[in-house]
């Protein structure tokens, strides 16, 4: 038990990403939601080149709730081909871990 998921993703909107947060930690599928400030990202949609400010949140899960948070995610997502990462990270501290995964239950 000293793996934790770490789990990003971006929207358009401080709003969006706000509700994000709240709906995965209210529904314990994670133990806490960063969400950062803006970013400016530049990328390729429908054959051409965009740029947009976007912002971050970053979830933190116990890794048997990584795919109920996936699923939230995605139905909840305003995009329609989300970045979902995610990242499995060996944690330095293990009461932290004992947080995350008491945290993502009911």
């Not at 969006?16 to 939601?33: I, N, P, W």
């Not at 048997?64 to 330095?92: C, F, K, N």
Request: glycine share 4%; proline share 4%.
């Amino acid at each position: 038990m000293d793996e934790i998921c770490v789990v990003t993703t971006v929207v358009d909107a401080r709003s969006v990403a706000d509700v994000l947060a709240a709906a995965a930690v209210a529904g314990r599928l994670a133990a806490c939601a960063q969400v950062g400030g803006q970013v400016d990202s530049t990328y390729w949609w429908r054959s051409g080149m965009e740029t947009s400010t976007e912002w971050s949140v970053q979830f933190k899960t116990a890794p048997d709730r990584l795919a109920a948070l996936l699923d939230q995610i995605r139905v909840s997502h305003p995009y329609e081909v989300p970045e979902i990462l995610v990242s499995r990270m060996e944690s330095g501290n293990p009461d932290y871990t004992t947080w995350v995964y008491e945290h993502t239950r009911s």
